[in-house]
């Protein structure tokens, strides 16, 4: 607060100057002088702002911290949708090299990426997101665009389409296991509308109906 109220003094100081040595009468400075008289009351107004109190909301305190390190590993996937291992093994291919910080300490990485896995595994609002993990929305906005960025560059390497030798031994494992020939991958979730045959029906219905 100390050093809010000691930049807005000098801005102050600064306009009261400018706006006492301006002494022309031509229409520009009559001008210029209007606007800098409408600067001096917009800062005045966002000076008495700050000095309100900001409103505290209340947030749950240390899910990161406490909560999580004693889930057991069927509740860790249950919440973020990904074994505990694996968790470990994308700290281990992404974290970035530590940086020396000034100023307010940054979100640890760990919490970062537990903070895009609850977005992209579980059904809650941005807030309810922000409450959880003690962090602010726009927080919260911008580790899961961060982080997805990070996996997209550096992962794409390990995601890819096969091709040669590779998609040759895929194509043999589909048709050894499932006795379709061709095949080179497949798409979770993808629904492909059929008539029901008569003979085994259900056989042709999907885990989604």
């Not at 040759?168 to 045959?197: L, N, Q, W, Y």
Request: glycine residues 6%; hydrophobic residues 35%.
């Amino acid at each position: 607060m100390a050093s809010e109220m000691a930049m807005w003094r000098k801005k102050f100081i600064l306009m009261n100057f400018l706006l006492d040595n301006d002494d022309s009468e031509d229409e520009n400075n009559v001008n210029d002088t209007q606007m800098n008289e409408d600067w001096v009351y917009e800062a005045g107004v966002n000076f008495a702002t700050s000095l309100l109190p900001r409103e505290h909301k209340p947030r749950v305190q240390n899910f990161y911290d406490t909560v999580i390190t004693h889930h057991t590993v069927d509740d860790f996937k249950t919440h973020f949708r990904l074994h505990i291992d694996t968790f470990h093994q994308l700290v281990h291919l992404l974290k970035p090299e530590p940086k020396v910080e000034h100023g307010k300490p940054s979100v640890p990485f760990e919490k970062q990426l537990l903070v895009l896995l609850h977005y992209m595994g579980n059904n809650h609002s941005v807030r309810s997101i922000a409450n959880l993990f003690g962090i602010s929305e726009s927080t919260v906005d911008k580790i899961t665009h961060g982080i997805t960025d990070l996996i997209f560059n550096e992962l794409r390497r390990m995601i890819r389409w096969p091709s040669g030798p590779t998609a040759m031994e895929v194509m043999s494992r589909f048709e050894e296991k499932r006795g379709i020939r061709g095949v080179i991958g497949a798409v979770d979730g993808t629904h492909i509308a059929i008539r029901c045959p008569t003979k085994q029906p259900a056989e042709y219905i999907n885990r989604k109906g």
